[in-house]
């Protein structure tokens, strides 16, 4: 009886010092500050052996590449010294919790027995407010209350390295300290910018901020880590100095840092709160209309210079977290109607992922919206990296989608692409958007033209805007006729999953085609051209009556599409069949989406339905256009299967849309913090 009880007394130890709960799930990683291409944190999170989920575990909170941006947290109770968050030093309070939603990744602490700490990240989401969502800003709010009734004496102190100025660690940093009304501040920048330059993904130009409120309770200091984290954690302040020897950022680590006398804490709690960010007033360059050029990021529009932009931004906590509040229970009462809390755990992840690959830019009259592709290569605005999360877009606000396809609307309609169908990218390297005048970028000429009309239809249907249909009339038709040549046996080429492989005859790839075409004669329809309008829809009905031979395999049990037609034995997921769905076309017979319906079930794996028979590995984005479109029961099972990937999968990268569906684990890294998770909401917009 009694070895008994001491085993039960190690256990609930062990249990005790592993208690954080993760609601609604343990991701890969945890966003922490993520809204632009450059401004991208993280916290490694998932289950392997290097992280526990805790952020006071003492890992370093990192850029999305996995290098180290630091980032400390400590918090003094009661003149002792407790780490909350980074890979300093000291004693970590305990991680109690850790929630998220899609804007606020929340992390609840006890330290010792005295206090609960709670240290809220928010990255607002503005899709119907460009001033707002213009700001490459994010929150820290941390929240320290007494549990144990008594008052506790607190200090919060929290510094970032100069680790976020530039990928190359030996480059040299400049900084700053200073005040402007109520906000304190610190400015790092790198000393010799390069204008649109990067360096291992990360901008080498622009100013970066570490604010919080200025006032009696605020010390700051800049200087080496070790001196400047000591000051604190020996006195419980900071000395209000600066560091003026000006070096790389890895000589004698400088950190910037603030510390704030939360004083007497009672159980009602108190709080300090903290703004970082990058202000960059040329934010990517672009072949527009009028040739190459840069672009001004979109805040320029709104604020004089990066003091205006940033007072406003921190002075505006309670609205943003008051306006991201409402932004989540509409992603969470949605996404429960259209799939459950298991898809609530889906798309509650992938909301800041999605946005923070993008970047407004250009004017108040003229705005666009730029992304960078991530990972995979740095290529900008690609089509079918856009196509699989433009779902997103269309939840979020369907002129962002607009936004998002004019630039190659620009391009391609004044005469700087070459090629009859429809360009990849329009730049080879974000921020620089240099185009494509030899039309030598990475050809999918069916993908990227079914891909284009698709899209600008699903825009003009949600946004009531035909006028844009007629506008752009002349290059989806041209686009149009490459579909009728290519769509019925398309050519040996490249489909988005392009690290698969050239296939020919691919029955996913036609089918897009030939949806492109019904779409086409919608588009003609609705602009006034009715003689076209019959015209596409014959063509597609034509094509699709032969694709329903040729494309399945019927001697199978279930039936289902094949992945290339002369392989009758392949398979794949059939995504492009959302398409029709989305654009409300009824072009496919509900016979094929029942087919397709009872088909995967049958080769469901452990966490997915392969991609197709070339490999094990599958697309969750694409899982999700499939049961965006099936049954209930098949629906069920890819979304069940996909949320319990995200709280299993041995990564701990930002959120791969690239999975092995036997293990769960990550097959290389070129697909992680990718936009293209975005199109977990495929179900919301149907
Ligand atoms: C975190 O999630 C748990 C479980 O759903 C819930 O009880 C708790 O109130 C949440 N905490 C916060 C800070 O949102
Ligand atoms: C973009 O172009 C500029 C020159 O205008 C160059 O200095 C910079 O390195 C380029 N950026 C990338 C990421 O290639
Ligand atoms: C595509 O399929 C058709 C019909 O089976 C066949 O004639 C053609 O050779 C195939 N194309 C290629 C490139 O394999």
Not at 59 to 76: E, H, I, K, L
Not at 104 to 114: E, K, L, R, Y
Not at 151 to 173: F, P
């Amino acid at each position: 009886m009694w070895i008994s009880s001491i085993a039960c007394l190690v256990a609930l130890t062990s249990f005790s010092n592993a208690a954080s709960t993760f609601s609604p799930a343990r991701p890969p990683a945890i966003p922490l500050a993520v809204r632009s291409p450059y401004l991208s944190t993280w916290l490694p999170a998932g289950r392997d052996a290097e992280t526990s989920g805790e952020l006071s575990a003492g890992v370093w909170p990192s850029y999305w590449t996995g290098d180290a941006t630091a980032w400390t947290g400590f918090v003094r109770v009661d003149g002792r010294n407790y780490r909350w968050m980074g890979g300093a030093d000291g004693d970590g309070a305990t991680q109690v919790a850790f929630n998220y939603t899609s804007t606020q990744s929340i992390f609840t602490f006890h330290v010792g027995d005295a206090v609960e700490l709670t240290a809220t990240f928010l990255s607002p989401l503005y899709p119907n407010d460009f001033k707002r969502q213009s700001l490459v800003f994010s929150y820290l709010h941390v929240d320290v209350a007494s549990l144990d009734g008594n008052t506790h004496d607190v200090q919060v102190y929290t510094d970032i390295s100069a680790e976020w100025v530039s990928g190359d660690r030996t480059s040299k940093a400049t900084w700053d300290y200073g005040t402007t009304g109520d906000v304190a501040f610190h400015k790092i920048s790198k000393a010799a910018p390069v204008s649109f330059g990067e360096s291992r993904d990360q901008a080498e130009w622009g100013n970066w901020y570490y604010a919080t409120n200025a006032g009696d309770a605020t010390t700051y200091q800049s200087g080496p880590d070790v001196d400047v984290r000591g000051a604190f954690t020996d006195d419980g302040k900071l000395k209000n100095s600066k560091d003026e020897d000006f070096r790389a950022i890895n000589d004698r680590w400088p950190v910037f840092a603030f510390a704030v006398d939360l004083s007497s804490v009672d159980s009602s709690g108190s709080s300090a709160l903290f703004s970082i960010g990058l202000c960059q007033e040329q934010a990517v360059q672009f072949s527009s209309r009028n040739g190459y050029g840069p672009s001004p990021a979109l805040w320029k529009s709104y604020f004089e210079d990066d003091l205006a932009a940033l007072s406003f931004f921190h002075g505006d906590f309670e609205t943003e977290l008051r306006d991201a509040s409402t932004f989540d229970r509409k992603v969470a009462d949605d996404s429960i109607r259209a799939g459950g809390e298991d898809y609530l755990t889906i798309t509650s992840l992938t909301a800041r992922q999605t946005f923070g690959a993008t970047q407004l830019t250009g004017t108040e009259d003229k705005p666009y919206l730029f992304f960078k592709e991530i990972s995979s290569n740095g290529n900008m605005q690609t089509v079918d990296v856009v196509f699989p999360f433009h779902p997103f877009l269309l939840y979020a606000n369907p002129q962002l989608l607009k936004l998002t396809l004019e630039p190659h609307y620009e391009i391609q309609e004044s005469g700087q692409y070459p090629n009859k169908y429809a360009m990849h990218d329009i730049g080879t390297h974000f921020p620089n958007g240099t185009g494509h005048s030899d039309g030598a970028d990475e050809p999918m000429p069916l993908e990227e033209c079914g891909n284009m009309i698709i899209m600008t239809l699903a825009y003009a249907q949600r946004a009531d805007d035909n006028d844009y249909l007629g506008t752009h009339y002349d290059i989806l038709k041209q686009w149009a006729e490459y579909l009728i040549e290519d769509s019925l046996y398309p050519a040996e080429q490249l489909s988005t999953d392009d690290f698969a492989g050239h296939l020919a005859n691919q029955t996913n790839l036609a089918l897009k085609g030939m949806v492109g075409l019904a779409a086409m004669s919608d588009i003609a329809a609705r602009s006034g051209h009715d003689d076209d309008a019959t015209r596409y829809l014959d063509t597609a009905k034509d094509y699709l009556a032969q694709w329903q031979d040729i494309g399945i395999n019927k001697d199978a049990t279930p039936t289902h599409t094949v992945l290339s037609y002369n392989d009758r034995e392949s398979w794949g997921i059939l995504y492009n069949l959302y398409a029709d769905k989305e654009l409300g076309l009824n072009f496919v017979p509900q016979t094929i989406y029942d087919q397709q319906s009872n088909f995967y079930p049958t080769v469901m794996r452990e966490y997915g339905v392969p991609l197709d028979t070339r490999h094990t590995y599958t697309k969750n984005d694409w899982e999700l256009w499939a049961a965006a479109v099936a049954s209930d029961d098949t629906r069920g099972m890819f979304i069940s299967n996909l949320a319990a990937w995200i709280d299993e999968t041995p990564s701990n990268q930002p959120m791969t849309d690239l999975l092995e569906t036997d293990t769960g684990a990550q097959p290389g890294l070129q697909f992680r913090a990718r936009p293209v998770v975005g199109g977990a909401f495929a179900l919301l917009i149907l």
